[in-house]
């Protein structure tokens, strides 16, 4: 493979500030939420953004779409859609005086699929993405059909705990790329969504790349250098995550997949190219380690009652688990 290089990287990161500048106008206030979505779809991969209702996500991924120059359709996830709302469905037709099906592609025929609010959904309804995540493709009645490229879905839910939801299959999980916490704003940042928003209007943003751009920036995330240090760091951090393999996975009922040590290979290169690096370091597994892990890892029943969160043991993890294969850890040398 032909590795990046300092000259395509250095350009690269002007559009990629621009498209960063493009979301701070959409979403304020949330800098390290728009670094990693940029940084999520650079890797390929789709994202879960999970908060309360009003805080924007909707919002982040329709200014996404409109920076990027890309297609995007919007679905309403319900408790009574069904899957062929999403797919698509065959429709019967007279052609030359016969009738057949022929089928009509649904709304994930587009580059960005926006899944709104996805789990107020039936989990045979979710399951409908499961094809079109992993595979870019959907199959109806036995014929398979092709998504475009690229294709994302960028989906929002509410916690769980709110009335009229449903949690998400794990296997369905696993296929998120990133899941990311929006959280609330400031007070300052409040002030300046009252100054500077009405409501019922959509902030206007306009498009600060072509799509052949895009597609050459996804290119160019392949093309940046993963040290075998830093795939040896990936995998011993996944390894962690299950139990008996570390201090920091106890209370851990289920560890991460190998497609989290993918992800995480994915996500940091992409954000060394953010950073404007032609190789991928330590810091950039470990700056979106939370984003790749906190949905993978199932806490067991003690650990849920100790009030243990995902987020404390990914934390520990991240202390626990050293850069270097033979170096002593992190948390016995008091060194964080």
Do not use: C, W
């Amino acid at each position: 493979m032909e590795y990046a290089t300092e000259t395509e990287v250095a350009d690269a990161a002007k559009h990629l500030r621009s498209l960063a500048s493009g979301l701070n106008e959409v979403l304020f206030g949330q800098q390290e939420l728009i670094d990693l979505v940029i940084a999520g779809v650079l890797a390929r991969g789709h994202i879960l953004l999970e908060g309360l209702p009003g805080l924007g996500k909707t919002e982040l991924v329709k200014g996404l779409s409109k920076l990027l120059h890309l297609g995007t359709k919007r679905v309403q996830f319900t408790p009574d859609l069904l899957p062929g709302d999403i797919t698509g469905n065959p429709v019967l037709q007279e052609i030359d005086g016969r009738r057949e099906f022929v089928f009509q592609p649904g709304p994930l025929f587009t580059n960005i699929a926006l899944a709104d609010e996805i789990n107020r959904a039936s989990p045979k309804t979710q399951s409908a993405l499961l094809e079109a995540m992993q595979e870019r493709r959907v199959t109806v009645l036995g014929k398979t059909h092709d998504l475009p490229k690229p294709f994302f879905v960028l989906a929002t839910q509410n916690p769980i705990e709110l009335e009229g939801t449903y949690p998400l299959p794990e296997a369905q999980l696993d296929r998120f790329l990133f899941k990311l916490e929006v959280t609330r704003n400031d007070v300052a940042t409040l002030q300046r969504i009252v100054s500077h928003r009405e409501l019922g209007t959509e902030p206007q943003v306009n498009p600060v790349m072509t799509a052949e751009t895009f597609n050459s920036l996804l290119e160019l995330v392949r093309r940046i250098f993963l040290p075998d240090v830093v795939a040896n760091y990936i995998a011993r951090l996944v390894d962690a995550t299950h139990p008996g393999q570390s201090a920091a996975a106890k209370g851990i009922r289920y560890g991460a997949s190998p497609r989290a040590a993918l992800a995480l290979a994915s996500g940091a290169k992409a954000r060394a190219l953010m950073q404007e690096r032609t190789n991928t370091s330590f810091e950039d597994v470990k700056a979106i380690a939370p984003a790749v892990l906190r949905h993978r890892i199932v806490l067991d029943y003690n650990a849920r009652v100790e009030g243990r969160t995902t987020e404390d043991i990914i934390r520990d993890l991240l202390e626990e688990v050293p850069f270097q294969a033979n170096a002593t850890p992190r948390f016995l040398t008091g060194n964080s």
